[in-house]
């Protein structure tokens, strides 16, 4: 288990992080959110080790983490650190020697990942040739090129095309139902829904949401409500609870302060026509996200 007790950071007066406290479990992944700045690089370098914090504790297995737990992590960085003149077996040998493997180990799993990838023919490819979201393969690749116990990835889909999006989330969800203990951020909050059962928002250093996403959901208590059809949007608008009427393209949105106002919509939607649409739907994390923290998540 990963364990994150008050851990706190301070660059010279500034506190960038503040009394965070957390834990994964093996087979779990947990989001770790917030607008830039937040303080997410800083965590990561903390559970990493790379950082020590100013107070608090990080451990992994009840063992502070340190270069000794090298070969138990794996990390994708925002920043992405390829070393672009090598080939792709060059790299992944430098990277899989750092983290303790042997030669063999390494080229069988890296023949093994780059099949997986559909890119087994950039073997002997140098990383300069290769396309963005190949780069981002390899990079991934090199990630995971140990079976990490503990893995970190930050934007791991940046740069990737939606067919190459689902081949990296099947590999991330394989390593935890394997028993990995997986950090995931992203400011693609569809990304994160689909993850992460578990998650903390920070802002300024600070949690605003943390828990499991199903409890956040139900706290937050406001609904949405998906109608298709002719209806009388003026007559819904003077309906106490209701918040606001999105028409998009296909559908209306009526926003809702919570569940008892549905009746009462559905009530009026009834009388309306060719009605083929009525569905109660939770808010998506991205609304609660601008709710609670007061911006856009989307970058
Ligand atoms: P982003 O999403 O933009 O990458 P972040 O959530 O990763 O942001 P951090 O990089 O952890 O945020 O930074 C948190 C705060 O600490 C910011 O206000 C940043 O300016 C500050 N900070 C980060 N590194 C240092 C440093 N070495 N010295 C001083 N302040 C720093």
Same mark, same amino acid.
């Given at each position: 288990?990963?364990? &994150?007790?008050?851990?706190?950071?301070?660059?010279?007066?500034? @506190?960038?992080?503040?009394?965070l406290?957390?834990?994964?479990?093996?087979?779990?992944?947990f989001g770790? @959110?917030?607008v830039?700045?937040?303080?997410?690089?800083?965590?990561?370098?903390?559970?990493?080790?790379?950082l020590e914090?100013?107070?608090?504790?990080?451990?992994?297995?009840?063992?502070?983490?340190?270069?000794?737990?090298?070969d138990?992590?794996?990390?994708l960085?925002?920043?992405?650190s @390829?070393?672009?003149?090598?080939?792709?077996?060059? !790299?992944? @040998?430098f990277?899989g020697?750092?983290k303790g493997?042997?030669?063999?180990?390494?080229?069988?799993?890296?023949?093994?990942?780059?099949?997986?990838?559909e890119i087994?023919?950039y073997?002997?490819?140098?990383?300069?040739? &290769?396309s963005?979201?190949? !780069? !981002?393969?390899? !990079?991934?690749?090199?990630?995971?090129i140990?079976?990490?116990?503990l893995?970190?990835?930050?934007?791991?889909?940046s740069?990737?095309?939606?067919?190459?999006?689902?081949?990296?989330?099947?590999e991330?969800?394989?390593?935890?139902?394997?028993?990995s203990?997986?950090?995931?951020?992203?400011?693609?909050?569809?990304?994160?829904?689909?993850f992460?059962?578990?998650l903390?928002? &920070?802002?300024?250093g600070k949690?605003?949401l943390?828990?499991?996403l199903?409890?956040?959901?139900?706290?937050?208590r406001k609904?949405?409500?998906?109608?298709?059809?002719?209806?009388?949007?003026?007559?819904?608008?003077?309906?106490?609870?209701?918040i606001?009427?999105?028409?998009?393209? &296909?559908?209306?949105?009526?926003?809702?302060?919570?569940i008892?106002?549905?009746?009462?919509?559905?009530k009026?939607?009834?009388k309306g026509?060719?009605?083929?649409?009525?569905?109660?739907?939770?808010?998506?994390l991205?609304?609660?996200f601008?709710?609670?923290?007061?911006?856009?998540?989307?970058?």
């Open positions: 288990m990963l364990k &994150l007790e008050n851990i706190t950071k301070y660059y010279g007066d500034f @506190l960038a992080v503040d009394k406290t957390f834990e994964v479990k093996e087979g779990e992944i770790l @959110l917030g830039n700045g937040a303080g997410k690089t800083t965590t990561f370098r903390m559970i990493m080790g790379l914090p100013s107070d608090g504790s990080v451990t992994l297995d009840g063992k502070k983490i340190d270069y000794s737990v090298t138990k992590i794996g990390f960085t925002e920043e992405r @390829l070393l672009t003149k090598m080939t792709v077996k060059e !790299q992944c @040998l990277y020697t750092l493997m042997s030669e063999d180990k390494i080229l069988s799993r890296l023949k093994e990942l780059l099949e997986k990838f087994s023919e073997y002997d490819k140098k990383i300069k040739e &290769l963005k979201g190949n !780069q !981002q393969k390899i !990079q991934f690749i090199t990630a995971i140990n079976e990490p116990k893995l970190i990835l930050d934007e791991p889909f740069g990737l095309d939606p067919f190459n999006v689902e081949l990296f989330k099947s991330i969800v394989e390593m935890a139902k394997k028993g203990i997986i950090i995931f951020s992203s400011h693609r909050m569809e990304h994160v829904e689909l992460c059962k578990k903390v928002v &920070l802002k300024n949690p605003v943390e828990g499991e199903s409890d956040i959901k139900e706290k937050y609904k949405n409500i998906l109608v298709k059809g002719d209806i009388d949007l003026d007559k819904i608008r003077t309906l106490d609870g209701v606001e009427i999105i028409e998009k393209p &296909l559908e209306f949105e009526i926003k809702i302060d919570n008892e106002v549905a009746e009462n919509v559905f009026i939607v009834s026509k060719n009605v083929t649409k009525f569905d109660v739907v939770e808010p998506s991205n609304e609660i601008i709710a609670k923290v007061g911006e856009s998540y989307e970058k």
